[in-house]
């Protein structure tokens, strides 16, 4: 049963990896000419338990850094608001590490496996268009090609053209919130391992180690007139790059973040932005997943956990029959659980990474005081208990069901 991929971001090659493990025939094409840098990404237990079911979760996590610890901090005072083990209580509940990895690397690492295993992957492919009838679906290319299959799925971002193309899309909103972040040389002086995070008067700075020479860091603002930016790599070889990171109020901020914006190599930008929800992720053959579906959710650090556990649970249902070729209304009954089971899911998650956005951009100085009091507080309320329970996975320890 063939399948068609539109994107090759995160989501795209995870699922590629799932199905061939499954029988079916993916194929995927890809919009960009080439993998475009973006930052880090955060990955979590899920990430890893969905990749252990084709083998390649300790590859995965290679590509990046295990975090063991995480430190919360107030700006200006500089006091330390919490500094836990998280991570580590992550790895022996979940049995795997939660990591941060550079997003071009790991991508890159993704579309390599799905290539290693016969996989076609195809670069320069912008669908354009959508067809489909009972039996097939078609999909024609901005090069004047086409292509047809039995399903296509849907995995090309946040600005899904399958979503616009097939769904009613609702209206996508700006949120007034702007990440500005990249890539920084690490100190040996900030070894070992651990994700800062630094609350402010109405911004925030998160830095996270990628490797034994990288850092991934990320600012929070808020900005009520922003133009749409999705991810847009600011080159800092002119005197605008530079200048949007000198411009950053955590330029100043002692302690890491001024040295670490100071010397970053490689920069974005991205307007958080958020989306009416969709009612129904499918349409006949088609079917969407990762951020094509729900709107990010870059406070989380969950966008590509939530798309590895999407693909796992596509694929779950799709096996569902247990033989292949699927009719057409077993295609539906299995679409239809997936529509039900993670519509629900996606609307807790972006409802959480909302608040995590308020708060990060919380300002006035009663606000902020009772905010790091809540913060200093958080681990004895059982807070991160829901975190790690969040990072769990798709399924229980190791009782994948495909
Ligand atoms: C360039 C870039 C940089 C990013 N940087 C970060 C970051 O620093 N931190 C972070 O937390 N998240 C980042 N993200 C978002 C993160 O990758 C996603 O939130 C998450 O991993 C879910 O992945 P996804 O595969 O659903 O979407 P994405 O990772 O966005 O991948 C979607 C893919 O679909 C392709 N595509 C779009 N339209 C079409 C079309 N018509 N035809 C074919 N292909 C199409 C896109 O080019 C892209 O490669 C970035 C995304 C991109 C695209």
């Known amino acids: 049963m063939k399948v068609i991929i539109v994107g090759a971001g995160i989501a795209g090659p995870v699922l590629a990896l799932l199905l061939q493990h499954k029988g079916f025939e993916p194929v995927i094409y890809e919009a960009a000419t080439s993998i475009a840098p973006g930052g880090s990404v955060q990955l979590s237990p899920q990430t890893f338990k969905v990749l252990n079911i084709v083998g390649l979760a300790e590859r995965a996590i290679a590509t990046g850094q295990a975090q063991e610890s995480l430190e919360f901090r107030s700006h200006p005072s500089g006091r330390t608001l919490m500094a836990v083990d998280i991570p580590a209580m992550i790895r022996k509940e979940a049995g795997w590490p939660m990591c941060h990895a550079m997003r071009s690397r790991y991508v890159e690492f993704l579309v390599g496996a799905v290539r290693e295993r016969g996989m076609r992957v195809e670069f320069g492919k912008k669908v354009v268009r959508t067809e489909q009838d009972g039996e097939k679906v078609k999909v024609a290319f901005e090069d004047g090609t086409e292509d047809e299959g039995d399903l296509l799925v849907g995995c090309d971002g946040m600005n899904s053209d399958v979503r616009a193309l097939v769904f009613s899309p609702g209206k996508t909103y700006y949120t007034g919130i702007i990440l500005i972040g990249g890539i920084s040389r690490r100190h040996p002086s900030s070894l070992p391992p651990s994700i800062l995070q630094v609350f402010g008067d109405g911004a925030h700075f998160l830095s996270a180690p990628l490797s034994s020479t990288e850092v991934g860091f990320q ?78 959710a870059p406070h989380l650090g969950q966008g590509s956990n939530q798309a590895a556990e999407d693909a796992y649970h596509l694929v779950r249902l799709l096996c569902q029959p247990g033989h292949l070729p699927l009719s057409s209304s077993e295609l539906e009954t ?69």
């Open 219 to 296: 600012c929070v603002f808020p900005e009520p007139r922003a133009s749409a930016d999705n991810w847009r790599t600011v080159p800092l070889t002119n005197t605008h790059g530079k200048a949007m990171l000198a411009a950053l109020p955590q330029a100043r901020w002692a302690g890491g973040p001024a040295r670490i914006i100071s010397e970053a190599t490689s920069a974005f930008r991205h307007a958080a932005c958020l989306m009416d929800p969709l009612q129904s992720w499918h349409k006949g053959r088609i079917v969407l997943v990762g951020d094509a579906a729900r709107p990010a």
């Open 334 to 402: 299995a679409l239809a659980e997936y529509t039900a089971l993670r519509v629900p899911h996606a609307k807790e998650v972006v409802a959480s990474s909302i608040s995590e956005g308020r708060l990060r951009v919380l300002s006035g100085p009663e606000k902020c005081r009772k905010r790091d009091e809540a913060l200093g507080r958080s681990l004895q309320e059982g807070r991160w208990r829901e975190v790690v329970s969040r990072m769990k996975g798709p399924f229980e320890g190791d009782k994948s069901e495909i």
